[in-house]
Protein backbone atom coordinates (compact mmCIF):
# COMPACT_ATOMS: atom_id res chain seq x y z
CA UNK A 1 0.00 0.00 0.00
CA UNK A 2 1.30 3.36 -0.85
CA UNK A 3 2.59 5.71 1.82
CA UNK A 4 0.47 8.49 0.51
CA UNK A 5 -2.51 6.38 0.95
CA UNK A 6 -1.59 5.23 4.25
CA UNK A 7 -1.38 8.69 5.58
CA UNK A 8 -4.94 10.05 4.04
CA UNK A 9 -6.40 7.14 6.30
CA UNK A 10 -4.56 7.83 8.99
CA UNK A 11 -5.46 11.43 9.12
CA UNK A 12 -9.13 11.11 8.39
CA UNK A 13 -9.05 8.44 11.24
CA UNK A 14 -7.76 11.09 13.15
CA UNK A 15 -9.82 14.19 12.61
CA UNK A 16 -12.63 11.42 13.18
CA UNK A 17 -11.66 10.40 16.33
CA UNK A 18 -11.60 14.36 17.35
CA UNK A 19 -15.23 14.74 15.61
CA UNK A 20 -16.76 11.58 17.61
CA UNK A 21 -15.48 12.43 21.01
CA UNK A 22 -17.67 15.60 21.14
CA UNK A 23 -21.30 13.11 20.47
CA UNK A 24 -21.33 11.65 23.54
CA UNK A 25 -20.30 14.78 25.22
CA UNK A 26 -23.13 16.78 23.65
CA UNK A 27 -25.65 14.43 24.18
CA UNK A 28 -25.53 13.64 28.14
CA UNK A 29 -25.84 17.15 28.15
CA UNK A 30 -28.81 16.82 26.27
CA UNK A 31 -29.68 14.26 28.50
CA UNK A 32 -28.66 16.64 31.48
CA UNK A 33 -31.79 19.02 30.36
CA UNK A 34 -34.54 16.14 30.08
CA UNK A 35 -34.04 14.64 26.05
CA UNK A 36 -34.35 11.27 26.30
CA UNK A 37 -30.76 9.02 25.17
CA UNK A 38 -33.03 7.34 22.22
CA UNK A 39 -34.71 10.74 21.12
CA UNK A 40 -31.22 12.25 20.44
CA UNK A 41 -30.11 8.83 18.55
CA UNK A 42 -33.11 9.06 16.10
CA UNK A 43 -32.59 12.82 15.61
CA UNK A 44 -29.12 12.18 15.21
CA UNK A 45 -30.08 9.44 12.67
CA UNK A 46 -32.48 11.75 11.03
CA UNK A 47 -29.72 14.50 10.62
CA UNK A 48 -27.09 11.87 9.13
CA UNK A 49 -29.82 10.73 6.58
CA UNK A 50 -30.37 14.03 5.24
CA UNK A 51 -27.10 15.69 5.52
CA UNK A 52 -25.02 12.77 4.15
CA UNK A 53 -28.16 11.93 1.42
CA UNK A 54 -28.56 15.50 0.32
CA UNK A 55 -23.84 15.49 -0.21
CA UNK A 56 -24.73 12.29 -2.09
CA UNK A 57 -27.07 13.59 -4.28
CA UNK A 58 -25.53 17.24 -4.90
CA UNK A 59 -22.57 15.03 -6.11
CA UNK A 60 -24.69 12.91 -8.36
CA UNK A 61 -22.94 9.63 -6.50
CA UNK A 62 -24.92 6.30 -7.27
CA UNK A 63 -27.20 4.44 -4.37
CA UNK A 64 -26.68 1.43 -5.70
CA UNK A 65 -25.31 -1.22 -3.67
CA UNK A 66 -23.37 -3.97 -5.63
CA UNK A 67 -24.46 -7.66 -5.30
CA UNK A 68 -20.72 -8.12 -3.78
CA UNK A 69 -21.39 -5.90 -0.98
CA UNK A 70 -24.53 -6.55 0.00
CA UNK A 71 -23.48 -8.96 2.90
CA UNK A 72 -21.20 -6.29 4.19
CA UNK A 73 -24.19 -3.37 3.92
CA UNK A 74 -26.39 -5.56 6.50
CA UNK A 75 -23.62 -5.81 8.81
CA UNK A 76 -22.74 -2.00 8.62
CA UNK A 77 -26.30 -1.26 9.03
CA UNK A 78 -26.47 -3.73 12.28
CA UNK A 79 -23.27 -2.82 13.91
CA UNK A 80 -24.55 1.44 13.07
CA UNK A 81 -27.61 0.22 14.58
CA UNK A 82 -26.43 -1.33 17.90
CA UNK A 83 -23.46 1.31 18.36
CA UNK A 84 -26.17 4.04 17.80
CA UNK A 85 -28.74 2.39 20.42
CA UNK A 86 -26.39 1.07 22.96
CA UNK A 87 -23.79 4.08 23.38
CA UNK A 88 -25.80 6.71 23.56
CA UNK A 89 -28.37 4.25 26.40
CA UNK A 90 -25.70 3.40 28.35
CA UNK A 91 -24.66 7.18 28.93
CA UNK A 92 -28.12 6.94 31.60
CA UNK A 93 -26.57 4.58 33.67
CA UNK A 94 -22.84 4.78 33.71
CA UNK A 95 -20.53 8.02 33.53
CA UNK A 96 -19.34 9.13 30.18
CA UNK A 97 -15.82 8.54 30.88
CA UNK A 98 -16.27 4.84 32.35
CA UNK A 99 -18.52 4.60 28.81
CA UNK A 100 -15.53 5.73 26.67
CA UNK A 101 -13.08 3.25 28.26
CA UNK A 102 -15.56 0.07 27.63
CA UNK A 103 -16.44 1.36 24.07
CA UNK A 104 -12.48 1.39 23.30
CA UNK A 105 -12.17 -1.64 23.98
CA UNK A 106 -13.55 -2.19 20.20
CA UNK A 107 -9.72 -1.69 18.35
CA UNK A 108 -8.54 -4.74 20.90
CA UNK A 109 -11.38 -6.47 18.99
CA UNK A 110 -10.32 -5.66 15.64
CA UNK A 111 -6.80 -6.27 16.35
CA UNK A 112 -7.67 -9.70 17.44
CA UNK A 113 -9.97 -10.24 14.18
CA UNK A 114 -7.78 -8.76 12.06
CA UNK A 115 -5.85 -11.99 11.12
CA UNK A 116 -8.94 -14.25 10.40
CA UNK A 117 -10.72 -10.81 8.08
CA UNK A 118 -8.37 -8.92 6.70
CA UNK A 119 -5.26 -12.02 6.52
CA UNK A 120 -3.36 -10.19 8.85
CA UNK A 121 -0.81 -12.62 10.73
CA UNK A 122 -1.49 -12.69 14.73
CA UNK A 123 1.95 -12.86 16.14
CA UNK A 124 3.09 -12.95 19.43
CA UNK A 125 3.60 -9.14 19.89
CA UNK A 126 0.19 -9.03 19.04
CA UNK A 127 -1.63 -11.45 21.55
CA UNK A 128 0.52 -9.92 23.94
CA UNK A 129 -0.65 -6.37 23.20
CA UNK A 130 -4.02 -7.60 23.46
CA UNK A 131 -3.75 -9.29 26.88
CA UNK A 132 -2.25 -6.18 28.22
CA UNK A 133 -4.83 -4.01 26.63
CA UNK A 134 -7.64 -6.43 28.80
CA UNK A 135 -5.52 -5.97 31.85
CA UNK A 136 -5.81 -2.18 31.45
CA UNK A 137 -9.93 -2.25 31.31
CA UNK A 138 -9.59 -4.71 34.05
CA UNK A 139 -7.73 -2.78 35.88
CA UNK A 140 -9.79 0.58 34.85
CA UNK A 141 -13.20 -1.71 35.83
CA UNK A 142 -12.11 -3.43 39.30
CA UNK A 143 -12.48 -1.49 42.14
CA UNK A 144 -15.74 0.34 41.68
CA UNK A 145 -17.36 -2.72 39.65
CA UNK A 146 -20.16 -3.86 42.60
CA UNK A 147 -21.16 -0.15 42.34
CA UNK A 148 -22.07 -0.12 38.54
CA UNK A 149 -25.27 -0.40 36.79
CA UNK A 150 -24.60 -3.49 35.06
CA UNK A 151 -27.28 -2.54 32.16
CA UNK A 152 -24.85 0.33 31.42
CA UNK A 153 -21.81 -1.93 31.15
CA UNK A 154 -23.66 -4.62 29.11
CA UNK A 155 -25.03 -1.90 26.80
CA UNK A 156 -21.23 -0.03 26.31
CA UNK A 157 -19.84 -3.53 25.99
CA UNK A 158 -22.18 -4.66 22.81
CA UNK A 159 -21.72 -0.95 21.42
CA UNK A 160 -17.77 -2.06 21.16
CA UNK A 161 -18.55 -4.89 19.05
CA UNK A 162 -20.51 -2.89 16.84
CA UNK A 163 -17.88 -0.45 16.41
CA UNK A 164 -15.40 -3.33 16.29
CA UNK A 165 -18.22 -4.63 12.91
CA UNK A 166 -17.93 -1.20 11.57
CA UNK A 167 -14.49 -0.89 10.97
CA UNK A 168 -14.33 -4.42 9.06
CA UNK A 169 -17.37 -3.97 7.31
CA UNK A 170 -17.00 -0.77 6.07
CA UNK A 171 -13.47 -1.17 5.01
CA UNK A 172 -14.93 -3.79 2.50
CA UNK A 173 -18.02 -1.78 1.58
CA UNK A 174 -16.19 1.30 1.19
CA UNK A 175 -14.43 -0.10 -2.01
CA UNK A 176 -17.54 -0.18 -3.56
CA UNK A 177 -19.91 2.98 -2.52
CA UNK A 178 -18.90 6.63 -2.17
CA UNK A 179 -19.06 7.36 1.87
CA UNK A 180 -21.67 9.81 1.99
CA UNK A 181 -24.49 7.78 -0.36
CA UNK A 182 -23.20 4.80 1.73
CA UNK A 183 -23.88 6.64 5.37
CA UNK A 184 -27.07 7.69 4.34
CA UNK A 185 -28.33 4.40 3.19
CA UNK A 186 -26.72 2.62 6.19
CA UNK A 187 -28.64 5.32 8.22
CA UNK A 188 -32.04 5.33 6.07
CA UNK A 189 -32.12 1.43 6.72
CA UNK A 190 -31.65 2.06 10.44
CA UNK A 191 -34.42 4.83 11.02
CA UNK A 192 -37.27 2.60 11.63
CA UNK A 193 -36.04 0.35 14.58
CA UNK A 194 -34.36 3.91 16.21
CA UNK A 195 -37.80 5.46 16.01
CA UNK A 196 -39.97 2.38 17.38
CA UNK A 197 -37.52 1.87 20.01
CA UNK A 198 -37.47 5.26 21.03
CA UNK A 199 -41.10 5.24 21.32
CA UNK A 200 -40.99 2.36 23.21
CA UNK A 201 -38.59 3.52 25.51
CA UNK A 202 -40.34 7.10 25.86
CA UNK A 203 -43.85 5.36 26.26
CA UNK A 204 -44.86 7.13 22.92
CA UNK A 205 -43.77 10.75 24.38
CA UNK A 206 -41.52 13.04 22.22
CA UNK A 207 -40.29 15.08 24.42
CA UNK A 208 -38.27 17.52 21.85
CA UNK A 209 -41.92 18.94 20.74
CA UNK A 210 -43.07 19.37 24.37
CA UNK A 211 -43.36 23.02 24.50
CA UNK A 212 -41.18 23.05 28.12
CA UNK A 213 -38.08 21.74 25.97
CA UNK A 214 -35.47 24.13 26.18
CA UNK A 215 -33.72 25.89 23.09
CA UNK A 216 -30.24 25.16 24.76
CA UNK A 217 -31.60 21.26 24.49
CA UNK A 218 -32.14 21.81 20.64
CA UNK A 219 -29.08 23.18 20.14
CA UNK A 220 -27.39 20.13 21.85
CA UNK A 221 -29.19 17.90 19.91
CA UNK A 222 -28.80 19.79 16.39
CA UNK A 223 -24.82 19.99 17.51
CA UNK A 224 -24.61 15.81 18.18
CA UNK A 225 -26.03 15.17 14.64
CA UNK A 226 -23.71 17.51 12.42
CA UNK A 227 -20.49 16.08 15.02
CA UNK A 228 -21.71 12.52 14.10
CA UNK A 229 -22.29 13.24 10.46
CA UNK A 230 -18.90 14.98 9.88
CA UNK A 231 -17.14 12.13 11.75
CA UNK A 232 -18.57 8.91 10.41
CA UNK A 233 -17.77 10.16 6.65
CA UNK A 234 -14.35 10.50 7.87
CA UNK A 235 -13.89 7.08 9.32
CA UNK A 236 -15.38 5.60 6.39
CA UNK A 237 -13.22 7.32 4.79
CA UNK A 238 -10.19 6.23 6.65
CA UNK A 239 -11.24 2.89 6.22
CA UNK A 240 -11.31 3.23 2.42
CA UNK A 241 -7.66 4.67 2.38
CA UNK A 242 -6.34 1.91 4.41
CA UNK A 243 -6.96 -1.52 6.54
CA UNK A 244 -9.27 -1.57 9.48
CA UNK A 245 -6.30 -2.82 11.62
CA UNK A 246 -3.87 -0.16 10.58
CA UNK A 247 -6.64 3.23 11.22
CA UNK A 248 -8.63 1.84 14.16
CA UNK A 249 -5.99 2.32 16.68
CA UNK A 250 -5.42 5.87 15.79
CA UNK A 251 -9.15 5.95 16.85
CA UNK A 252 -7.86 5.35 20.37
CA UNK A 253 -7.53 9.29 20.44
CA UNK A 254 -11.15 10.17 20.88
CA UNK A 255 -11.08 8.23 24.42
CA UNK A 256 -8.69 11.12 25.26
CA UNK A 257 -10.37 14.09 24.18
CA UNK A 258 -13.63 12.71 25.16
CA UNK A 259 -12.75 12.41 28.72
CA UNK A 260 -11.21 15.54 28.86
CA UNK A 261 -14.48 17.23 27.39
CA UNK A 262 -16.31 14.95 30.06
CA UNK A 263 -13.87 16.59 32.70
CA UNK A 264 -14.53 20.44 31.20
CA UNK A 265 -18.11 20.32 30.08
CA UNK A 266 -19.73 17.80 32.64
CA UNK A 267 -17.50 18.37 35.39
CA UNK A 268 -16.77 14.14 36.13
CA UNK A 269 -14.24 13.08 38.13
CA UNK A 270 -11.91 10.02 37.31
CA UNK A 271 -10.75 7.44 39.92
CA UNK A 272 -7.17 6.57 40.17
CA UNK A 273 -7.87 3.24 38.68
CA UNK A 274 -9.39 4.86 35.97
CA UNK A 275 -6.96 6.57 34.78
CA UNK A 276 -4.08 4.32 34.58
CA UNK A 277 -6.27 1.55 33.09
CA UNK A 278 -7.11 3.49 30.68
CA UNK A 279 -3.78 5.13 29.96
CA UNK A 280 -2.80 1.26 29.68
CA UNK A 281 -5.21 0.90 26.85
CA UNK A 282 -4.01 3.86 25.29
CA UNK A 283 -0.69 2.99 25.20
CA UNK A 284 -1.05 0.22 24.18
CA UNK A 285 -3.00 0.87 21.10
CA UNK A 286 -0.68 3.41 20.18
CA UNK A 287 2.51 1.25 20.27
CA UNK A 288 0.89 -1.15 18.36
CA UNK A 289 -0.29 1.75 15.60
CA UNK A 290 3.37 2.90 15.80
CA UNK A 291 4.80 -0.45 15.39
CA UNK A 292 2.45 -0.99 12.44
CA UNK A 293 3.77 2.19 10.52
CA UNK A 294 7.42 1.18 11.19
CA UNK A 295 6.80 -2.25 9.85
CA UNK A 296 6.56 -3.34 6.21
CA UNK A 297 3.58 -2.17 4.77
CA UNK A 298 0.61 -4.16 3.14
CA UNK A 299 -1.45 -4.15 -0.13
CA UNK A 300 -4.91 -4.59 0.68
Known sequence: ????????????????????????????????????????????TVAALLLMGSWALLAKQRFAIPPEARWSFIVQCLATLSISVSYLASLQFIPVSLA?????????????LSPLLEGRQLNW??????????????????PSFQQLDPLGLGLAGVAALGYAAQFFSGRRLAQHMPAQAMGSMVHLAILPPVVLIALWSNQGQVVLFNSAALASAWTLVILTGL???????????????APASVVAPWFNLEPVITIGLALLLLGEKLEISH????????????????LDKAGPKETP
Not at 13 to 39: C, H, K, Q, S, T
Not at 130 to 139: D, E, K, Q, R, V
Not at 284 to 290: E, K, M, R, S, T
Open 227 to 241: FYCAAYVMQMSAVKA
Open 1 to 44: MKAETMGRGISAAILAAALYAFVPNLARLAFDRGIPAMEIVTCR
Open 100 to 112: VIIFFTAPIIVLV
Open 125 to 142: RNCLLALTAFAGLAMALG
Open 275 to 290: VIGGAIVLGVLLVNAG
